[in-house]
């Protein structure tokens, strides 16, 4: 089951994309947590990806195409995977359609998260994330066990500098402009699937897991 994520930032792509990545055991592919764990390395990619992030805007398609048609080639994603965060424009998911074809595949399903733009950046505020292992959390909507620490890895989680309200809504006209155009593409493809993101996690899981199958 090859699935891509769609939603704007805070929809609760990420919340969503490690659920479903348990429950049908495949990988779960965040660009957005590969670009930090470069930053956190160091590495060159990281640096230039950080420019970019820093300021809401999206990382040059030429910096993110190559490496998701890498990583989806690796043999733990032959049984399919989660891809979280990409594509976030039109020639993204160009390419990736592209590189899939050429072997024969095809995605399955886009599932897009909706949430009204109003509720995205109390959302933002209030989300924590660990730099150990890419988890998210929510000071009121699913808070650690305690206080600032990962309940998966125990990590201490930090509030992304990029989901500083100014910068959130930035992200925000970003995703209306390049990335909201994925849902008409997906749609044209037969392979669009939306649901309701401003229910509680577990209704949102269910109605995915509704529409994907058991
Ligand atoms: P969110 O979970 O809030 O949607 P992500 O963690 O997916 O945010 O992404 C954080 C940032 O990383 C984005 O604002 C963008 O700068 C960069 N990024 C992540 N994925 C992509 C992509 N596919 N194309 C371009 N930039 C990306
Ligand atoms: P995305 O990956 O789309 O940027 P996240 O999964 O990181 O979004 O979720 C953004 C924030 O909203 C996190 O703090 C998360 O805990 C919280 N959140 C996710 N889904 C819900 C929901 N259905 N209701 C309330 N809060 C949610
Ligand atoms: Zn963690």
């Given at each position: 089951m090859k699935i891509i994520m769609l939603g704007?930032?805070?929809?609760?792509k990420g919340t969503q994309a490690k659920l479903l990545a348990e429950k049908y055991q495949i990988p779960h592919i965040s660009t957005g947590d590969i670009f930090r764990a470069n930053i956190k390395q160091g590495t060159e990619l990281g640096k230039k990806a950080k420019e970019y992030m820093d300021q809401g805007l999206l990382v040059p398609d030429e910096l993110v195409v190559d490496l998701v048609v890498d990583r989806v080639a690796q043999d733990d994603c032959a049984g399919g995977y989660i891809l979280d965060g990409?594509?976030?424009t039109i020639p993204q998911a160009e390419a990736l359609d592209a590189a899939l074809e050429r072997s024969g595949e095809q995605i399955d399903r886009a599932v897009d998260v909706e949430v009204a733009d109003e509720h995205i950046v109390s959302r933002m505020a209030g989300r924590r994330a660990c730099v150990g292992c890419g988890a998210t959390y929510h000071i009121q909507h699913n808070p650690t066990k305690?206080?600032?620490?990962?309940?998966?890895?125990g990590e201490t989680l930090i509030l992304r500098d990029d989901d500083q309200p100014e910068t959130v809504r930035k992200r925000l006209d970003v995703y209306h402009e390049q990335t909201q155009p994925l849902i008409d593409y997906y749609r044209a493809q037969g392979k669009l699937a939306e649901v309701d993101g401003a229910v509680p996690m577990d209704e949102v899981f269910d109605a995915i897991v509704r529409i994907l199958g058991e």
């Open positions: 704007a930032p805070g929809a609760g990409f594509p976030r305690e206080e600032g620490i990962c309940d998966h890895c």
